[in-house]
């Protein structure tokens, strides 16, 4: 399957389907559109291992892929949310898929798929970030913590969003960090970059993936939704 290194298959797989936001009214559309394909790009490189299809636009406003696991889901909402500049409902749908996989999205289908689009509807009818749908019994909870982590993100000022990822990639590269460190990097002082985090409640954010985190090391990582090696020839 090309460079997408899918050697396995599994019972359950991640759709992430999104729509940006009353882009139909914006005189800049076509920069609008040509913003989400690169960001799209970008995002299909960085997280390339764990990308079942490759993001792609669809019907000219819209998105969609597949993930192998949604341990992924926050970094990847960062990384759409630095990438695309622009704002959008996002639906994530878990289940199977009825067909055969592919590189290509659009080939695809299932109830992965279905959820997903549901999700997406339910989050425009409800004027909310993010729906999560897999048919688990905490959908609401998870849906909770993403929509409570957008909004906070989305309200932050230009010098809270620069700090604030800043320190998440530093943290990510370096397998950590201090205060002392992203303040020296950034040519601020340590207590400046503390006012700037705590405003931005990045570490209620952090919680909350936390928390997301512990729920799907116990749910997805369980023999139930083990991913199965493909037999030889397949």
């Known amino acids: 399957m090309g460079d997408l290194m899918v050697p396995i298959l599994q019972d359950m797989y991640v ?18 559109q040509e913003g989400l394909k690169n960001a799209l790009t970008m995002n299909n490189k960085r997280f ?102 957008a909004d906070v993100m989305w309200s932050w000022t230009e010098r809270q969003e620069e700090v604030v990822m800043h320190y998440k990639r530093a943290k990510s590269s370096r397998g950590g960090t201090t205060l002392e460190e992203i303040a020296d990097d950034m040519g601020v002082t340590k207590q400046t970059v503390s006012k700037i985090l705590k405003r931005s409640k990045y570490r209620m954010i952090e919680e909350a993936e936390r928390s997301f985190m512990d729920f799907i090391n116990q749910k997805w990582l369980t023999e139930e939704y083990k991913p199965k090696m493909a037999d030889k020839g397949e």
């Open 48 to 149: 390339k291992g764990a990308i079942v299809a490759k993001f792609i636009v669809v019907r000219g406003d819209s998105f969609q892929g597949m993930m192998s696991s949604p341990k992924y889901l926050f970094d990847l909402y960062y990384a759409l949310f630095e990438n695309i500049r622009y704002q959008f409902y996002l639906g994530v749908g878990i289940g199977s898929i009825s067909t055969h996989l592919s590189e290509n999205v659009g080939e695809m289908d299932g109830k992965a798929f279905h959820r997903a689009f549901n999700a997406l509807e339910r989050a425009k009818r409800e004027s909310a970030w993010i729906k999560f749908k897999s048919g688990w019994e905490i959908d609401e909870i998870v849906t909770c913590l993403l929509n409570f982590t």
């Open 15 to 32: 759709v992430l389907t999104g729509d940006l936001i009353s882009s139909r009214e914006l005189e800049d559309r076509a920069k609008v």
